[in-house]
């Protein structure tokens, strides 16, 4: 079974930026789309942005304008590029696949602390 793991987090400053991987231990084209999901303590972890086979992109509206998704396709590898980052944006990133688009989850990783101060 395909195994996902997040990686890129870290601490910054409102206003700044990181970029999150999420690594596929096999072909990450074996998935009809794959997602980054965020979970704060005491909350459920929601979808934010998904990328499709072929490079369709969805993002949740908070993120649209400052969050985007890609794939590499030859590294087995999402990104996710997050610019102007801010204290709600602080969370635990993860990655999997997309419910929506057919796909079951595969198990979830331990994620990427993603941490915003103002």
């Known amino acids: 079974q395909v195994r996902l793991v997040e990686s890129g987090g870290g601490s910054v400053q409102a206003g700044g930026s990181l970029r999150l991987s999420c690594e596929a231990s096999?072909?990450?084209?074996?998935?009809?789309?794959v997602g980054w999901y965020r979970q704060v303590p005491g909350k459920q972890r929601d979808l934010i942005a998904a990328?499709?086979?072929?490079?369709?992109?969805n993002y949740e509206r908070s993120v649209k304008e400052r969050f985007t998704i890609s794939r590499d396709n030859a590294r087995n590898t999402v990104y996710l590029q997050m610019h102007n980052l801010q204290p709600e944006d602080t969370a635990v990133y993860y990655c999997?696949?997309?419910?929506?688009?057919?796909?079951?989850?595969?198990?979830w990783g331990q994620g990427t602390q993603v941490t915003v101060s103002s």
């Open positions: 990328i499709t086979r072929d490079d369709r992109q």
């Open positions: 999997n696949t997309v419910r929506a688009y057919g796909d079951y989850y595969v198990p």
């Open positions: 096999g072909s990450i084209l074996s998935f009809n789309a």
